[in-house]
């Protein structure tokens, strides 16, 4: 047995230096390719979940509907450069959108999910209410009345091949071309505009779009646009950015955000340093009184937790899609504290045990068979509570909290019972009919009766 | 050699008066529930000079925003509860509160439908529900063999309520007294905490099934309390070791996981004191059928 054991040392060893290898350094390591990913509440971001509008859409279209939004989303995302957006359909009309480590502008957050890019708007009349006012007075959406509907003229009714040119005296334009429908209400509103030569203003969201020298665009209508019309006036970044987006942006149905999580990247890079600090903190108040407690047992039982932290966390990078969160992190440090505890239930064993007079060897086995059934079913519960927080995580908005607390937790448990059993006993092992084996009490408290 | 057992009473009259406590905070103050479950905004502000609390509750007041909770969550950093705030409601808010106090930080803006809020409401209170249920069952399966298999899992689930209704007081006051809400993290908290005391009681409970398979001719009150006496020091330190984490974690992070690690502070106290002053008692009591000693007394 004495054999078998120093075998099963030397594997602890072996896992000990190879999972150190994976660990450091924090953000490479041999064989783990990057750092662990990091959550948005460590590495800041956004969370947005879009509710869709479905209900102009038949049933069975509906899942088209919500691969097209889907891919304009991912249009729009794009330029804002985030590294490893997650855009997602979730159940029959939901989407998730998910951008780590990037700090947006709320404008930038509300124009990802607008319908309609361009509105174009004409001067209020005396009593009429205003939906923008700037510089130039009230405006309204410039709508007319087609197929008995009333309907405002947007960029919806554009074409998708609206594109950027220069007219003979080299500025910059963005031609843009109407469909059939917007051809109608072209126009209608138009024919009617150019009456007065009136001006139609283009409004991007709640403002009007603003030329390079910053005034607001508003053409006078000299005369009827029907099929085709340009814009002028605008910076070339405009024209560029304003052109990708209306070939590609619109949305087919409206949404809403349901749910919004928004963290800044600045703060939540904090955590990680701040937890890393109170977890080696708490682990060495957590070793001191052990060792103090249960003597040379004690320090066995730190060696094996400082194996059980660098095991963890070796598996946190190894794990397929792991994600690190906040909560998660507090799992992991919970479970150090609860990784004790599978060896505290041996020791209090092997403290019994030798009470009663046994040798050390026999203490050990003895310690650890009896404790088993206690630091199962511990255990077993604990690991049913991970089981149902996994469940509640997948089934509500704000998954990731949750899950990652449970998937870290759950770790935690099992590698704490592995390397109680494993680890410690085999360290214990090596003592046995060593010299210090008749010195019972550096193995246990001498607390009460020897 | 401690006579907890033959102390029931006492034990149950402090934890009577503990949850009374607790009911009584609950029924004056509430809960004041987080965004996740009541949907609104709340926004985790920081500023770059010193905010007192006051000052900036006076100043939302002033905007229109009258019925705000504000919890300190560090150093002039706030957890600001609103309504649901729209992109343009969001810009002016911010707007306004730099030109009033200063240069600050969004570290956090959460915003959360009625729709989402119910949802996750729903699965909470029935994860929980689960894993009380859960719970039962499997402690009812390990001590299978023993007479009265869900005496065991049923006064584990008493002590679970206990530690539950306790970290629900405690936040009750911590609520109305400084602004403290139940929101997700809560519920992990709760839901660890749950795992952690059910550990506790079932590690004595093993421990009664063993000296009772080994003395098979001993009173029972006597078994469970020499169990009881022999798992102790156990107990006691695999809670001060988990303390010690929760400790570090109150201290050196605090602010985002401040709530969390509360949680699990109290919860581990209570579900140390109900594993090991209320879960063997009420065995006792169950199996030698005092209950109407409770009334009595």
Redesign the interface.
Known sequence: MIRRNTLLFIIVLIIFTLATLVVLPVDEGILGKRGVRLGLDLQGGIHIVYQADLSTIEPGEWDNAMEGVKAVLENRVNPLGVTEPVIQIQGSDRIIVELPGVDITDKEKERLARVDILEFGELTTENETARWENELGKWKPATAIVNGEEKGLTSRYFKTNTQVGRDNLGRIELHFEWDEEGSQLSKEITSRLAVNKDHLAIFDGDDALRGEDGRPIAPRVESTIVDRGVITGLTLNDVTRLSRQLNFGRLPVPMEIIYDQTISPILGSDFVGMSVKAGLIGIIMVMVFIVFYYHLSGFLASLALIFYGVLVLAVFKLWPGFTLTLAGLGGFVLSIGMAVDANVLIFERMKEELREGRTLGAAIEAGFNRAWTAIRDGNVTTLIVCIILFWLGSSIVASAPVQGFALTLAIGVVASMLTAIVVTRTLLRLFVGGPLAHRTQLFSPHLGRK | MFNIIGKRFWFFLIAGVVILVCIVSLTTFGLKTGV?FSSGSVMTV?FEQHVDRDDLENELASLGYSNVIIQHVGEDEFLVRLPRLS??D??ALEADLTSTFKTL?????????E??AA??TR??A??VA??AI??LL??AW?FRRMPNPFHYGTCAIVALLHDTLVALGAFSILGGLFGWEID??F??GI??V???S???T??VF??IR?NLTKYLKTDFEVVVNSSLV??M??SL??S??????????L????S??QN??VV?LVGIIAGTYSSLFIAPSLLVVWQKGEWGRFIRR
């Not at chain 2, 930080?105 to 439908?113: G, H, L, M, P």
């Not at chain 2, 001060?240 to 974690?249: G, H, I, Q």
């Open positions: 996740e920081g992109s343009k969001k810009t930080n969004v570290r956090e803006f959460d915003d959360v439908s729709m989402v949802e996750t699965n909470a029935i994860a689960v894993a859960g719970i499997y402690i390990a997700l993290k519920v992990i839901l660890a749950i795992g952690y059910v550990n506790n079932v590690v093993d421990r063993e022999e798992t020091s156990r330190n695999t001060v070791t988990t303390l010690f984490m929760v400790l570090a974690l201290l050196f992070v605090g985002a996981i969390f690690a699990l």
